[in-house]
């Protein structure tokens, strides 16, 4: 993903009065906190609980099921709102 073309003179967060949807002051700091914000986020969310908020794994379980069972894991997804995800090769 290419970088946009920004001119420096588009907004001065010294001189310009910028707000956010809250209606706070964007500074340089404010912007520093968003985009360090943004790269702590990076990637899928974990589907794990985080009791502590630290990144974690979430585990990746691939098995081979009879018929019956897979029946069985769709309709149980869909009763979670969920989708099983698998190979129909």
């Keep these: 993903m290419s970088e946009p073309d920004f001119l420096d003179d588009e ?5 310009d009065d910028v707000r956010d949807s809250r ?3 964007i500074d340089s700091d404010y912007v520093e906190r968003a985009v360090a914000d943004v790269r702590a986020r990076r990637g899928r969310p ?3 609980p985080d009791p502590v908020n ?3 794994h979430s585990p990746h379980v691939s098995l081979r099921v009879p018929e019956q069972t897979r029946r069985l894991l769709d309709e149980r997804a869909r009763l979670e709102g ?3 995800v698998r190979d129909r090769a």
């Design 11 to 15: 907004v001065d967060l010294d001189r």
């Design 23 to 25: 209606g706070r002051r």
């Design 46 to 48: 974990s589907l794990s």
């Design 54 to 56: 630290e990144p974690h």
């Design 82 to 84: 969920a989708q099983a």
